[in-house]
């Protein structure tokens, strides 16, 4: 069915981001976000009038308008791409625009999830987990965590 709309996940974060405070996000899927082009050429097909009559989805975005948003707002998107790496390349980007090694709460993942295996909620746990404890109590907190549980 072709690229999906990643721009309206990370525009509705971006909006919750407003008044609530984010420390990640995670991006799942199986296909790279719609281009600048694609989103006007999928809106046509309803027509703006449509959109318009939506407030929430009222101005076309896209998702390097919103990754430029969180990336100000410093909020990492850790990305999991599944299926055969379709979306890799572009999830890729996503993790690198929204993260930064150099900093443990900024830290973002970017991997292949197998979702038809166990070690595919490990691989999701231990993203996740690791990043939030870098956010909550640094990264002696997350150290201890990978210890802990043994993550690799």
Not at 7 to 26: D, P, R
Not at 39 to 55: F, I, P
Not at 63 to 91: G, M, T
Request: hydrophobic share 35%; glycine share 6%.
């Amino acid at each position: 069915m072709g690229n999906e709309a990643v721009e309206i996940g990370l525009w509705h974060a971006n909006n919750v981001a407003e008044e609530f405070e984010l420390s990640q996000i995670v991006l799942i899927g199986d296909m790279p976000p719609n281009d600048p082009d694609e989103v006007l050429v999928k809106r046509s097909q309803r027509g703006e009038e449509y959109w318009r009559g939506h407030a929430r989805y009222s101005e076309p975005t896209n998702y390097h308008e919103q990754l430029e948003s969180l990336a100000e707002k410093q909020i990492p998107v850790h990305c999991f791409f599944v299926d055969d790496h379709r979306a890799e390349a572009a999830f890729r980007h996503i993790a690198q625009s929204t993260g930064d090694e150099s900093n443990p709460n900024l830290i973002s993942a970017c991997e292949f999830l197998d979702i038809n295996s166990p070690q595919g909620a490990d691989v999701l746990t231990k993203a996740v987990t690791t990043s939030f404890l870098n956010y909550v109590g640094g990264p002696a907190l997350a150290a201890t965590y990978d210890d802990t549980f043994r993550c690799t």
